[in-house]
């Protein structure tokens, strides 16, 4: 009997190992074009999918059709070493110029004197930051899981990777962010050097000003990771890290930003960016994909026409959509300034089983979300709250209006997988009737 090349591996949960060997042993007895039609088939799946549910994941969005066209250009075969105007490789005219006009349009968009766009991820971006204010052995201080504090800033992530010794912050629950009493004591006590805030989930402002003051009686560094705002804080509809004084902002661009998988790196801080360039080149991305690069450009483009509108429409849609789920009775989690200031919703899911229990079956009725850690009782074996956000929906031309509708479709789905089934024609014929794109240069 044939077997697979890969290898089965014993540190994964076997479920999902049990899962990845079923897909390369469905390989078996293709020959080439076999699998091309695989992959074809898998895309055409996949598009499917996208017009047939409706997607509530706060960390997707939908791309403008003309950056779409620039990620696919043969521009990215190209490597581009080097700074622009003395490229390493000769024939590189268009791309060095893409590389500055990306920067540039950034730099305006973000408020900021220095751009870093040679960045592959968000969670690249943040290395970086931990690179270019940190050794290995340093103590840093970061917001824990329970109010949205990301992988790559704990243990098992890149600051852990690096070698950095990982606090977590000090929570005050009821604003669902970093307590700033505490912060000072921990600050005082574990001398970091540096102190990041912001997300996976952000309901409301976090204390930027307050952790700067404490960052600076310690000699520390703030970093704001901007992953899941970056577009609210680029259609100015949510705080300004940079000015309020975070010394850099790390951010993925494919998110509430809606440009293409890659990262985005801004500070005003001429010292942080001047590490953050050597570590782009010759470090760590001296060769980077232009095509995404020139993709973003059009993105940021976006941003300057329509970034005002678009933000405020997801803020005043999240606001929408939270409302109308606890009048459906779902347990939206809030904080003092309510439920919502943000692009996103947190529901606690403890009487769903757990929040990637509730996502499951919030997928059978084409609903798509995502569990998220609360700052509430613990759920064993599952995440504690589900995730839901706007920017998708808002991008298809849905409001505040449409969110009594969708509220119910959501509520009905978390009560029963027999609901959820039930509901997916129903919602996929809700879906249907948004095709438009909104808030994108024609």
Known sequence: MQTNQLQSRNWVPPEQESFVQSIAGSLHGLRESGIFQRLQDLLDMNGRIDNTCINLNPATNILNPRAAAMLASPMGMR???GYPGAKYEAGLEAIEQVEVIAAELAARVFGANFVEVRVPSGSIANLYGFMATCQ??????VPPASIGGHVTHHADGAAGLYGLKIHSAAVDADRFSIDVSGLRE????????????GGSLNLAAHPIREIRAIADEVGAKVMFDAAHLSGMIAGRAWQQ????????????TYKSLGGPPSGLVVTNDEAIAKRLDAI????LTANFDASKTAALAVSLLDWLAYGSDYATAMKLTARALAQALSDEGVPVHATLHGFTESHQVAIQAARYGGGQAAARRMRKANL??????????????DVNGLRLGTPEIVRLGMGPRHMPDLARLIARSLRS??????LSGQVREMRQAFAELHFMLP
């Not at 290995?136 to 201080?141: F, L, N, Q, T, V």
């Not at 921990?186 to 990041?196: E, G, Y």
């Not at 997988?417 to 039930?422: F, K, L, R, S, Y």
């Open 79 to 81: 490597p581009s070493l």
């Open 136 to 141: 290995p052995g340093d103590a840093i201080i």
């Open 186 to 197: 921990q600050a005082h006590r574990l001398q970091p050097r540096l102190i990041t805030i």
């Open 241 to 252: 890290p940079l000015m309020e004084g975070a010394h850099f902002m790390t951010m993925s």
């Open 280 to 283: 782009a080149y010759p470090g």
């Open 368 to 381: 798509l979300a995502s569990g998220i850690g609360l700052p509430i009782a613990e759920v064993p074996g």
């Open 417 to 422: 997988d027999e609901d959820a089934v039930g």
